[in-house]
């Protein structure tokens, strides 16, 4: 696997894991029955989930203008 | 191996003077007259947007639900659900177009990503103009929103996630014209050589190309139907308002995206088909591809609301039954009947083209307009009726008419779509340029 298929797929995990951790992590709980299931555990955390979807799809224009050391 | 384009300038043009293919950096006179009415419509939607700035959400028709007797979700509401759903239709055909490979169909296939775009946009700007303050509502979206309103799906998937993945396929796809492009000598040849960013159309880049496009367009179907359901998923899951919630709404939503979007897609490419004499790259069997699936979509959607009047009218509640009454005879019949009969008109037109085996263009267009007619009238009574005339708390029968501010707003958001994609076509080619046509290998 070269740099470019390295970096791509590290950006895809990256940009998934961002998404599943806030969205099932930090952002508000699954619950209905109290305050606390209507505060964000950790602020911002939808912000986190549109970074990790922007991280993700970021990776095809990586993937398509990276150059690799051989080229 | 390399590859040139063909139409290299004669000796005594200046490089400057390079035409280039699709219209591109031609700003003739007759663009020039043409922009001059959307961007009259976007000074107007401007102004309104200011003065509803200044003034305040009264200066709307909007008013509060029950004890104001009014709508809180109105025209921009409306507008925000008619602008995703067409956005449905264009990702949705570009990605089926790669996948697939669906030759017939590429001459479409960037018009159809650049709608998505522009509708994403006009959705974005119908939610920012419909909130009070723009800035509190936009910071606390991102800062609490919580993942099981369907709110943020709808906001953080569809206009962040789905807007932004669009914006990549189409980048991504566009590369490599953006690269032929830079090769011919042109005022806008940096502007090409930034696009292509080092596109070099060796057999190595192709296949990369095509391994991207085919993984963007496998990420983003399953995508933008989990969007455009948890848009559904709004209305469909408000167990208190009659008339939206069901379990059809999802669907439905889609449906109609399907429908609205597939009616604009025809309009535009035969648009564009005209003004570009491209009646060789978007032939008619493109067309006749389209009408049937506007057919098959419009038959699943007449069905819906054949199923949903049975289901509204046959044992209804009392707020049900005052909501059906304001539908099909009331205040909103005019609006019902003719969204409905628009529908329908298109239908049948589409089917009796659909029965010969021939597709006439004028047709198409025809149906195109009226499903986005009938498509925008659709909307509307998802989104009004049910708070004027759906309260299960003991408030009276509300109303709602649009302002003139709204109207202008709308205007304003329809016309900058228009020239959005007026300066596109001038600054990129809007249909991707032919192998066989522009290039020679050397």
């Given at each position: 696997?070269?740099?470019r ?8 995990i990256?940009?998934l894991?961002l998404?599943?951790?806030s ?16 505060n964000?555990?950790?602020q911002?955390?939808?912000a ?13 224009i ?7 050391k051989?080229? | ?7 290299v ?16 950096g ?8 043409f922009?001059?009415f ?8 401007l ?9 305040g ?13 009014g ?5 921009y509401?409306?507008?925000?659900v008619?602008?995703?759903g ?5 990702i949705t ?18 018009m159809?990503?650049?709608?998505t775009?522009v ?6 700007l119908a939610?920012?103009?419909?909130l009070g303050?723009q800035?509190?509502g936009i910071?606390?979206?991102?800062r ?10 709808t ?9 932004f993945a ?15 492009m ?11 050589q930034?696009?292509?960013a ?15 496009s ?16 948890s848009l ?18 999802a669907p439905?939503?889609?449906i ?25 790259r ?6 006749s591809?389209?009408g ?10 007449v ?12 044992q209804?509640?009392v ?10 005879t009331g205040?909103?019949?005019p609006i019902?009947?003719?969204s409905?009969?628009?529908?329908l008109?298109?239908l049948?037109?589409l ?15 025809a149906?195109?307009?009226l ?6 009238g ?8 049910s ?15 649009p ?14 779509g228009?020239l ?6 001038k ?12 290039e020679?290998s050397?």
């Open positions: 696997m070269n740099r298929d390295t970096i791509t797929i590290a950006m895809i990256i940009g894991t998404m599943v951790t969205y099932f992590f930090g952002a508000a709980p699954f619950c209905s029955d109290g305050v606390e299931c209507s964000p555990r950790v911002w955390s939808p986190v989930f549109v970074l990790g979807v922007v991280i993700a799809f970021s990776s095809a990586y993937y398509e203008v990276a150059k690799d051989r080229e | 191996m390399t590859t040139d384009v063909i139409d300038p004669p000796p005594d043009v200046a490089p400057e003077d390079t035409e280039l293919p699709m219209g591109v031609r700003f003739d006179r007759g663009w020039r007259t922009i001059i959307p961007i009259i419509g976007v000074v107007i939607g102004i309104a947007y200011l003065y509803e700035r200044n003034q959400l009264v200066v709307t028709g909007m008013r509060d639900l029950g004890s104001m007797r709508a809180t979700w109105g025209l509401i409306t507008l925000v008619y602008f995703v067409v956005s449905f239709a264009g055909i570009a990605a089926v177009i790669r996948l697939f490979h669906l030759e017939q169909l590429r001459g479409i296939a960037r159809a990503e650049l709608m775009v509708a994403l946009i006009l959705g974005a939610i920012v103009v419909d303050q800035m509190r910071v606390n979206l991102f609490y929103a919580r993942p099981q309103s369907p709110f943020f799906g906001f953080s998937l569809v206009i962040s996630g789905y807007l669009s914006i990549v396929y189409l980048y991504v796809t566009s590369r490599r014209d953006a690269s032929r830079a090769s011919q000598p042109s005022k806008l040849r940096r502007f090409f930034w696009w292509s080092g596109y070099e159309d060796t057999s190595d880049q192709r296949a990369r190309d095509s391994r991207t085919f993984w963007l367009a496998l990420a983003i179907l399953p995508l933008l139907v989990v969007a455009h359901s559904g998923f709004v209305f469909g899951l408000q167990v208190g308002r009659p008339g939206w919630f069901g379990t059809l709404q439905a939503f889609v109609l995206a399907g429908v609205s979007g597939i009616g604009h897609i025809i309009v535009m490419a035969a648009m564009i088909r005209k003004s570009l004499g491209a009646e060789d978007i032939g008619m069997d493109a067309f591809w389209l049937r699936a506007l057919m098959i979509l419009l038959f699943v959607y069905y819906f609301i054949v199923v949903e009047l049975l289901t509204i009218t046959y209804p509640s707020a049900e039954q005052q909501l059906s009454e304001a539908l099909l205040r909103y019949a019902f009947w003719g409905t009969l628009a529908l008109v298109s049948i037109a089917a009796v083209m659909g029965l010969q085996k021939r597709w006439r263009l004028s047709w198409l267009i149906a195109g307009v499903v986005n007619v009938g498509a925008l659709k909307r509307y009574l998802i989104v009004v009726p708070q004027t005339h759906g309260q299960l708390l003991p408030y009276g029968v509300g109303s709602y008419t302002s003139w501010v709204e109207i202008g707003v709308a205007i304003g958001l329809f016309s900058l228009t959005m994609v007026a300066v596109f076509m600054v990129f080619p809007i249909i991707e340029l032919d192998d066989d046509l522009e020679v050397t």
